[in-house]
């Protein structure tokens, strides 16, 4: 190709050359379908492809996936592609070394951001997010990604939704027997607990094996009265429930949709607790096994720790205290504490606070509640805070000793954790003890500090806990904490053993029982949004009616009036009103559900953006399937159970390699194998858990610019002077921070395909560190990796015909750098280390770099080693070496074991501890030969100065040390 520049070269491996490459092999893939994936079954099925013609063998399958993107109206950043870019390298990698790879991307493009954008812009969301799709594939395209495009999915699209809804209505139409049997597979033996269809829930209680909540017949119960008793049981299920509502989006949001500091995720607004009808699923139901079935995951700890706190498995007893008012029950992971509680708190919303606050404190205590429902959960919680609270006048009876302890109400207990009460232990909690110590209550000891504690307190060792500066924490023994009913653990050191006994003397006599706690809460999944999925629900005088299957989907319905009504977002009182409210012609509907047609009302709220990323990874596998969300048989090839899982543990199938970021540890993490667990359970899916190995990538972070009013000024427009930053002649400040919109600091991958071309990006993305670590980004070190593939280009091209220029045959020390460098490329790929697979990639061209021109034997697998990271220029040369066909399934290099043995080796060798000097030696002398050799090292020599050595000690392989 013609060079505008006559000085230079004009087949130099140049930005526009790049491009010239990467677009034609591109047109190439596309047209020869490079990527498509065989499946075994179905519209997709290529039962020749599946086979590897070298070896007549089935091709062993790999499933990678990547979280997919929401379409952001600003396309991609060079942030982005960090995880789709080691994905693409692995996955080539995979195809060359004989895998048939499922290697795809799709779009989670309903949602808020959208909204939002369509609310600003006065643009249909639908407008805007197909012109979004529409570049972002433009973008990852230009990458070179390797994505089988006939699996692509977005969640906008109704043959999409309407498999969103069918699952929908499998987990309404079913319910969790705790009781059953595990299905038949791969749960353990005799495992309880699963989901059923609610036909057999509704089949039991007309035979009457299943009783009615109140022990009436079956028969005896109107209509109206049986769609409750089983309402009451379903999955997915609609409550009157206290959720958060958040008057600035105008919707409600789950809780892991709440900042820490009490705001929503999205736009940053108050959160505010309100009681709403709203629907919910019943995900507290598979708490246990969420929890449990981490342990068969290939996942990192950290994601594993974020799931088990979220989840919040406590162990411990609910306990009865009997009161004027009636029992009143806590939860508490310390029953063996009991002989210590001296008090109890409530929460202010207690539905018992009311009967047992005495005409003397009515007063106060209503005050106290007026004030306490001003204030926000997060503030309530702040352990900083001196803790406020008022007594009720009652008191209630403590079951092991039968005191009467007083009933206070504070803020700091919540109605929505555990049973919104506490029984109170001062002498072992700092805040029951500065509460106690604030209100004058007794503080009991019930354990015996060691000596230790009381010397680092420097006061003398007594039970009178007057003199104690805060509570003990810790395992003693119990003292003080027996009764005359059979309850003594007085002189025990383990608490298990204290819990156990505890525990059995409560059930004893019935005064509580050991029970499991949990923090999760069922997950609020209601929207009053537009821009959603609709819930395939209608409405008749007695509740929610299922939409028949053959009636999906229930399209989204046209409209311009797409926005909601939102609120001054300090305004808790105010209520939702979903924009599907204001379309009557569509909300008011018609059908006959077998009895007859008649009047219902559509439901006019959507789900929640998770609800399509719960399970895109099914669709990935079967998408053009009309029948099933996913042939069961696809399903199993990809995503079954495999022999052996981690650590020889059961393997529970899944995608066999899941990257994205940590911050959907607790949101789309945890709703999806809710979702995946149910599907299993009613016998849709083969795998338990979705998601078998998890890689969490890290982020590119960029250069961000404050001005003086600490606002984000454009980076881009920032200027330098001797390390000094301005903007537009004005000093701002420099920070580090991750790259996007809000900080103003983006870099658009298109402007790096114009600069270096697409190879460059993704060489330079992958070598900046490892994949699971956070790295700066720096637009002036790209050239780096630009120049890397110049000069691996002009080692085999003639940069003045284009053509093939190759040396003689390689050397015995070039080929076995050859074989090294294989061998560990080879490692770093299979293991993710990307970076350190460029480092010797780099180090071989470098080697023949020296030699002027690359040897004959090496441009082969030079050029296939270089192909699963610069795809393009791979390509272009391995058709220059004259090949036909592309390389994408050619094989990948092996190195010979024979070549990887070192004949020589060199060891360190250390005089007294200090480094003098390097020997080399043959790679299998024996300890006398290495001796020698260190001994008559000139350098070492000298350090000894003549004298003998005491000692001469050889670490075989590895180093000498000599003690003088």
């Known amino acids: 190709m013609a060079h505008a520049d006559p000085d230079t070269p004009p087949f130099r491996y140049s930005a526009a050359l790049a491009q010239d490459i990467e677009m034609r092999w591109q047109q190439y893939w596309d047209a020869n379908h490079s990527f498509d994936a065989p499946n075994p079954a179905g519209p997709l099925a290529d039962p020749a492809a599946m086979t590897d013609p070298a070896t007549g063998q089935s091709r062993q399958k790999l499933f990678v996936l990547d979280m997919f993107p929401y379409p952001s109206g600003t396309g991609l950043h060079v942030g982005h592609p960090l995880g789709y870019i080691g994905t693409d390298v692995f ?35 639908a407008i805007t997010t197909a012109s979004n799709v529409a570049n972002m594939r433009r973008q990852l395209k230009r990458l070179g990604l ?168 406590s162990d411990g007893a609910r306990v009865r205290f009997a009161s004027a008012a009636g029992d009143i029950e806590v939860f508490t992971t310390r029953p063996d504490t009991l002989f210590g509680a001296t008090f109890m708190v409530l929460a202010p919303e207690h539905p018992l606070v ?70 109170a232990v001062p002498c072992g909690d700092e805040r029951d003890f500065a509460f106690a110590r604030q209100f004058g209550l007794p503080i009991p000891a019930i354990q015996q500090p060691p000596q230790a504690w009381f010397d ?17 924490i810790g ?98 009182f105010s209520n939702p009103e979903s924009p599907l409210d204001r379309l009557e012609w569509w909300t008011e509907v018609e059908l006959d559900l077998g009895n007859g047609t008649r009047p219902y009302r559509r439901d006019t709220n959507v789900m929640p953006q998770w609800a399509g990323s719960c399970w895109y990874e099914l669709r990935y596998l079967d998408p053009t399937n009309e029948k099933a969300f996913v042939d069961p048989a696809v399903e199993e090839y990809w995503m079954g159970p495999q022999a052996v899982g981690v650590n020889g543990r059961r393997h529970p199938g899944g995608v066999d390699l899941y990257v994205g970021g940590v911050e959907h540890a607790v949101l789309h993490l945890l709703y999806s194998r809710f979702w995946h667990k149910v599907l299993y359970d009613l016998g849709h899916v083969s795998s338990l858990e979705p998601y078998y190995r998890l890689y969490n990538q890290g982020m590119i972070l960029a250069a961000a610019f404050k001005d003086e009013r600490e606002i984000y000024v454009e980076s881009t427009e920032v200027e330098e002077h001797g390390g000094a930053f301005t903007f537009h002649g004005e000093p701002v400040t420099r920070e580090w921070g991750k790259m996007g919109k809000s900080l103003k600091n983006a870099v658009s991958p298109d402007e790096m395909y114009d600069a270096y071309g697409a190879d460059t990006l993704r060489l330079y993305e992958m070598s900046t560190g490892p994949m699971d670590a956070s790295r700066p980004w720096e637009t002036r070190d790209v050239v780096g990796m630009y120049r890397f593939l110049q000069r691996l280009w002009r080692n085999i091209v003639d940069e003045q015909t284009g053509d093939l220029s190759l040396g003689a045959p390689a050397d015995e020390a070039t080929i076995r750098l050859l074989h090294h460098t294989i061998d560990g490329v080879r490692s770093d790929l299979d293991g993710l280390r990307i970076n350190t697979a460029i480092s010797k990639l780099i180090q071989l061209n470098n080697h023949v770099t020296k030699s002027g021109r690359c040897p004959s034997d090496l441009a082969e697998p030079i050029t296939l080693m270089i192909a699963p990271l610069c795809p393009h220029v791979a390509e272009e040369l391995w058709a220059k070496l004259g090949h036909a066909a592309s390389l994408i399934r050619e094989p990948f290099p092996v190195a010979d074991p024979a070549l990887l043995i070192e004949d020589t080796i060199e060891l360190p060798v250390q005089v007294n501890g200090k480094f003098r000097s390097k020997i080399s030696v043959a790679a299998d002398a024996d300890n006398a030969t290495v001796e020698a050799a260190a001994l008559a090292d000139a350098k070492v020599c000298a350090a000894l100065g003549g004298a003998v050595p005491k000692k001469v000690i050889v670490v075989a392989g590895r180093t000498v040390n000599i003690v003088a």
């Open 146 to 313: 390797s994505h089988d495009p006939r699996r692509s999915i977005d969640t906008t699209d109704p043959g999409y939704y309407r498999w969103t809804q069918w699952i929908f209505l499998q987990i309404f139409d079913s319910w969790y027997d705790a009781e059953a049997p595990a299905r038949d597979g791969i749960r353990e033996a005799g495992a309880k607990g699963r989901a059923r269809p609610i036909s057999e829930l509704i089949a039991e209680l007309e035979r009457g094996t299943r009783t009615t909540p109140d022990g009436r017949p079956w028969a005896t119960l109107n209509p109206g009265q049986q769609r409750s008793v089983v309402d009451a049981h379903r999955l997915a299920y609609v409550s009157e429930a206290p959720v958060n509502w958040c008057p600035g989006l105008g919707t409600v949001v789950a809780n892991e949709e709440v900042t820490a500091d009490g705001r929503s995720d999205r736009g940053n607004f108050p959160v505010f607790k309100r009681n709403m009808r709203q629907w919910m699923m019943r995900i507290t139901s598979y708490a246990d096994r969420l929890i449990d079935d981490l342990d068969l995951l290939d996942w990192s700890d950290a994601i594993k720790t974020m799931q088990r706190n979220w989840i919040g498995r």
């Open 91 to 125: 996955s080539r990698y995979k195809r060359m070394a004989g895998f048939n790879v499922c290697y795809t991307m799709g779009f989670d493009a309903f949602g808020l951001p959208a909204e939002q954008y369509a609310v600003q812009t006065g643009q249909h969301p």
């Open 475 to 572: 395992d003693a023994p119990y003292v003080q904490s027996s009764n005359a009913s059979g309850l003594s653990l007085d002189g025990l050191s383990s608490v298990a053993e204290g819990k156990r006994l505890t525990n059995d003397w409560l059930e004893a006599h019935e005064a509580g029982h050991g029970t499991t706690n949990f923090k999760l809460r069922d997950w609020l999944f209601s929207r009053q949004r537009y821009w959603g999925e609709p819930f395939p629900i209608v409405y008749d005088e007695h509740g929610p009616i299922a939409i028949p299957d053959a009636d999906l989907p229930v399209l989204l319905p046209e409209t311009d009036s797409f926005s909601p009504r939102t609120f001054d977002p300090d305004d808790e």
């Open 456 to 472: 680092d307190h420097d006061i003398a060792a007594t039970l009178d806990t007057s003199s104690w500066p805060g509570p003990f």
């Open 354 to 423: 009311d009967s047992l606050t005495t005409p003397e404190h009515a007063e106060a205590v209503a005050a106290y509640r007026a004030a306490a429902a001003a204030k926000k959960d997060i503030d309530r919680q702040d352990a900083t805070r001196t803790k406020t609270g008022v007594f009720t006048g009652a008191t209630a009876t403590n079951p092991v000793n039968g005191a009467e302890v007083p009933v206070w109400i504070a803020d700091y207990v919540l109605m929505g954790y555990g049973t919104g009460a506490i029984m």
